[in-house]
């Protein structure tokens, strides 16, 4: 923790991105409510609108919520590193507990893989994007993943248009493979080049071979159907000419398009014969037809099937994302979501709780009956209420979060009051109000360690809860914005495209196995804190 908040506060300083360091940050310039902005002279509350005091300064923006996020990682980072100094011996019940949870092998193995699963989410951009990791140009290193500064074309060499446009760095890779710039020049990517969103792909495409007459998808051998075409760039999609096959011959119409994309050609095959053709460009139609471009390849429209040879392992989205990439990004807001929602809801719930059970009185009785009414109400309809209401601007991951802890404290609250009914009048909580203990210490110094087992249990199951509430918001159309990858949505995707089954069947396959994983660790820790499975009574 110490080390994450001071990468991220060193890397906003220096302008430098750091893989998940960066989270905070990029929320903060992402969400309206998240910054506050100082305007040319004035300084302006960002929630109101409202001008508060002047000032003389140039206009920028402070990004609270970052700063405020890195300051609590280092003040809890070095807080637990002196409590590990200033402790103890460890609990020997506690290090008994250990040692039953490892000998649970397929909870054991669970945690194992799920960190290795939160460790890879924390990789970022390293794994998955479309930006480079380095770019080696006249002998000069830049690493455009790991900085804030835009590249533009002209940095790299590139002339004409996109001099002034951002950098395709998938493009650049090709163009410095086939020698048309500085013989040393590379560009290195992720092992995922492609961004979980923003970042639509061309229609992709597949190399067919020619037997005998006959043209067949690489691989299969059975004659294609279907479109094909020639391309004048087949990595920004540029058709030359586009074909119609049937039982792997041309068959059916054609259309032509010029370099400056003009469509200029038009014919009709029959049989795998040219029946008719008109040609309306520049020059003679057999120059147009000899123009320099791709071997004939099967044109294959979003949602893409999976297509090793393009990268696109398990295929695309009707939108155009990278399917991979795009589970990834899910991956990573899960993760990002478990650990904004349970220390929160988990304090909330236990100091609240804990307070009811142990003041009783009005304060148990009115909370009680607020519990009460909010759980009697379908969860996701009232999140589904409430998230409506929100403006458009200000949806996102905190907001749907602030939603989601407001009434998700509730169940843990119910039973930590529960706890603390049962303990408030045993004996070492009576000594400890006769010795002049106050209401918090009582709480969180002697109730609060009595309730670790109740805690430690029910936090797998509530992780496994958040996944699948997201998941069904998503799925529904009330969740997060399309900025934000998520599985829900590339379900629904999938089932509005049962013809593209790679959607489906890829999103249940990750859902299922991370609930699996959760679950598999809950059972074993529950097991590993059974009192009754691992006491002995005289």
Known sequence: MLILGLLAAFGEWRGIDFPTARWFFEASRDVPWLKWKFGADTLVFDWFGTSIIDFRYPAFDFL???????????????????????????????????????????????????????????????????????????????FPAFQTKPFKGSDFGIAGEGADAPVSYRKLKANFRSGTSDARAMVIMPLVPFGSTDDTLQPRSKSLVERDGIYYESGRRTPFFGLAAKYHDVEEGRFHLRYTLRGGKLSGAVDGWDAAGERVYSAEYEGGEKVKEKYAGEGTVGGFLAMDSSALRAVKYHPAPPMPEEGNWLGTTSQGYDVL???????????????????????????????????????????????????????????????????????????????????????????????????????????????????????FRHLLPNTVAIIVTLVPFTMSGLVSSLTALDYLGFGLPPEY??????????????????????????????????????????????????????
């Open 64 to 142: 609270w919520f970052g700063w405020l996020s890195a300051g609590i990682l280092v003040c809890a980072g070095v807080a637990l590193i002196i409590a590990s100094f200033t402790a103890g011996p460890p609990n020997p019940v506690a290090l008994r507990r250990i040692t039953r949870f490892k000998e649970i092998k397929r909870g054991y193995y669970s945690l194992v893989i799920l960190l290795g699963l939160a460790a890879l989410a924390a990789l970022d951009q390293v794994v998955v994007g479309k930006e480079a990791l380095a770019v080696r140009y006249n002998g000069e290193w830049s």
């Open 325 to 443: 990439a795009y589970l990834y990004g899910g991956l990573q807001v899960n993760f990002k979501a478990a650990l904004i929602f349970l220390p929160i809801v988990y304090a909330m719930g236990i100091t609240i709780g804990m307070l009811m059970g142990y003041l009783g009185g009005w304060f148990d009785l009115a909370m009680d009956r607020l519990i009460e009414v909010f759980s009697n109400m379908p969860f996701l309809f009232v999140v589904i209420i409430f998230y409506s209401m929100v403006p458009e601007q200000f949806k996102g991951l905190p907001v749907i979060l602030a939603i989601l802890i407001l009434f998700g404290w509730m169940g843990i609250g119910t039973l930590m009051r529960t706890a603390a009914y049962r303990d408030k009048e045993r004996d070492y909580i009576s000594a400890a109000r006769v010795l002049g203990a106050g209401t918090p210490r009582i709480i």
């Open 485 to 538: 990858a998520t599985w829900g949505r590339l379900l629904n995707d999938g089932l509005s495209n049962l013809s593209a089954p790679w959607l489906v069947s890829s999103t249940f396959f990750v859902l299922v196995g991370l609930l699996v994983l959760i679950t598999f660790i809950g059972e074993a820790v529950r097991e590993a804190y059974d009192p009754k499975k691992h006491s002995y009574y005289r």
